[in-house]
T-cell receptor
Framework: GDSVTQMEGPVTLSEEAFLTINCTYT??????LFWYVQYPGEGLQLLLK?????DKGSNKGFEATYRKETTSFHLEKGSVQVSDSAVYFC?????????????FGSGTRLQVQP | IAGITQAPTSQILAAGRRMTLRCTQD?????MYWYRQDLGLGLRLIHY???????GKGEVPDGYSVSRANTDDFPLTLASAVPSQTSVYFC???????????FGQGTRLTVV
């Protein structure tokens, strides 16, 4: 079945450092891909998405490119801030009407130190 | 626009008691979901509904039931709570099952 694999955390960075959080997926076909962010004590918020191969999603300085050849959707940010500290989830959409819901990775905690 | 509203925000419940977690959305989304989030396990799908009047089982449905009498509401019921159901519960909705989901703020449930 479909699955999403994320790098384990926590990822600890200093402010203004470059961020990469790896995400790879397994699916039959070409699903839509998403990154969600969860701040402490809150629900998940959509950060960015890409719906087809080679699409780049971007928001708030974060970017991710849909790479079908490597089945990846890595999250990047050029300069992180303390306020980016959160848990980040990669997810993919079901590809047929029989599927149920988004499939989520296990999440990666990011800690940014001043 | 409120989006998705969950109630209660938190609850401490005695084992064996019945509990209904409420979820309402005002976005006219067709699909709704219940997830539980446990430390180190990410999100696990409990039940889903792709449209009003239909429901389905997710990864971890045992001990839970849902109903979808209308588009807006998707309550989750624990018939007889057990300590292993201690978790944070998130309700979500999406326009349809393969578009992005929007999440509520969660219900923190402790079963003692």
């Amino acid at each position: 079945g479909d699955s999403v694999t994320q790098m384990e955390g926590p990822v600890t960075l200093s402010e203004e450092a470059f961020l990469t959080i790896n995400c790879t997926y397994t699916a039959t076909g070409y699903p839509s891909l998403f990154w969600y962010v969860q701040y402490p004590g809150e629900g998940l918020q959509l950060l960015l998405k890409a719906t087809k191969a080679d699409d780049k999603g971007s928001n708030k300085g974060f970017e991710a490119t849909y790479r079908k050849e490597t089945t990846s959707f890595h999250l990047e940010k050029g300069s992180v801030q303390v306020s980016d500290s959160a848990v980040y989830f990669c997810a993919l959409s079901p590809l047929d009407t029989g599927r149920r819901a988004l499939t989520f990775g296990s999440g990666t905690r990011l800690q940014v130190q001043p | 626009i409120a989006g998705i509203t969950q109630a209660p925000t938190s609850q401490i419940l005695a084992a064996g008691r019945r509990m209904t977690l409420r979820c309402t959305q005002d976005m006219r989304h067709n699909a709704m979901y219940w997830y539980r989030q446990d430390l180190g396990l990410g999100l696990r799908l409990i039940h889903y509904s792709n449209t009003a009047g239909t429901t389905g089982k997710g990864e971890v449905p045992d001990g839970y039931s849902v109903s979808r009498a209308n588009t807006d509401d998707f309550p989750l019921t624990l018939a007889s709570a057990v300590p292993s159901q201690t978790s944070v519960y998130f309700c979500a909705s999406s326009l349809d099952s393969n578009t992005e989901a929007f999440f509520g703020q969660g219900t923190r449930l402790t079963v003692v």
